[in-house]
C-alpha cells in the first residue's frame, strides 16, 4: 500500500469511528428524552412527537428514522396500555418524522420550532379527526367535527409545549455536543465550519 492508501483508508477508519460515536450521542438523547414519557405526566403532554422530528433530522438510515419512534412508542405502549385508535397515532408519528426530513440540511431554532409546531399541528388533526369518525361522542356532521376539534384545545396546548420543549432538548443538546466535540458533525458540516 503507498501512502495515499495508507492515508485514504486512515481516514475512512477515522470517519467510520466519527459516525459511530455521532449515532452513539443521538441515541443516548433519544433513550434518556423517550423514559420521560413513563414519568407522570399531563395527556398528551409526551416526547414522543420530538422523537419523531430527531429521528427523521438526525439518523441517516430512513428506516431507522421510521423504526425507532414506533419502537419507542409501542415498548412505551406495552407499559401503559393499547387503545383503539393506535394506528392513527402511529401514522400521525410518521408524518413527524417525514417533517423531521426537513431538518436534515439546515437545523436553526426557528425551523426547529416550525417542525414543531407542524407535528403538533398535523398530530391534533389527523388523531382527533379520527375520534370523530371512530367515535360515538359526535355527529359525524361539521359542527360535530368542530365541537371535537374544541374540546380538544386543551390537550393541543400539552402536546404543541411538549413537542417544543422536548424537541429545543433534543436538537439543543446536540448542537452542544456538537459545538464541544466538532467530530460528531457530519463532513460537509465539519468543511463549512
Given amino acids: 500500500m503507498n501512502t495515499q492508501e495508507t492515508q485514504a483508508a486512515q481516514e475512512t477508519k477515522e470517519t467510520q469511528a466519527n459516525n459511530a460515536l455521532r449515532l452513539a450521542v443521538i441515541l443516548l438523547l433519544i433513550a434518556a428524552v423517550a423514559s420521560l414519557r413513563l414519568l407522570p405526566h399531563p395527556w398528551n403532554f409526551t416526547p414522543i412527537g420530538a422523537l419523531a422530528l430527531f429521528g427523521g433530522a438526525m439518523l441517516r438510515d430512513k428506516r431507522a428514522a ?9 415498548a412505551g405502549d406495552l407499559v401503559l ?6 394506528p392513527i397515532v402511529y401514522a400521525s408519528f410518521l ?6 426530513f426537513l431538518l436534515r440540511e439546515r437545523r436553526t431554532a426557528p425551523r426547529v420550532a416550525g417542525a414543531a409546531l407542524l407535528g403538533s ?7 382527533n379527526f379520527a375520534v370523530w ?3 360515538n361522542l359526535y355527529p359525524r356532521t361539521a359542527p360535530g367535527l368542530a365541537a371535537c376539534y374544541a374540546a380538544a384545545l386543551p390537550f393541543f396546548r400539552n402536546t404543541l409545549a ?3 420543549l422536548c424537541a429545543a432538548i433534543l436538537f439543543g443538546s446536540f ?3 456538537e459545538h464541544f466535540m466538532p467530530v460528531l458533525r457530519l ?3 465539519q468543511q463549512s465550519s
Wanted: charged letters at 5%; a neutral charge; aromatic letters at 16%.
Fill in 121 to 127: 399541528v398535523q398530530f391534533y388533526l389527523l388523531t
Fill in 81 to 86: 396500555g393499547f387503545y383503539r385508535l393506535m
Fill in 162 to 164: 411538549s413537542d417544543l
Fill in 175 to 177: 448542537a452542544l455536543a
Fill in 187 to 189: 463532513p460537509a458540516q
Fill in 133 to 135: 369518525a371512530a367515535g
Fill in 95 to 100: 408524518v413527524s418524522v417525514l417533517i423531521g
Fill in 66 to 74: 421510521f423504526l425507532l419512534p414506533l419502537a419507542l412508542l409501542f
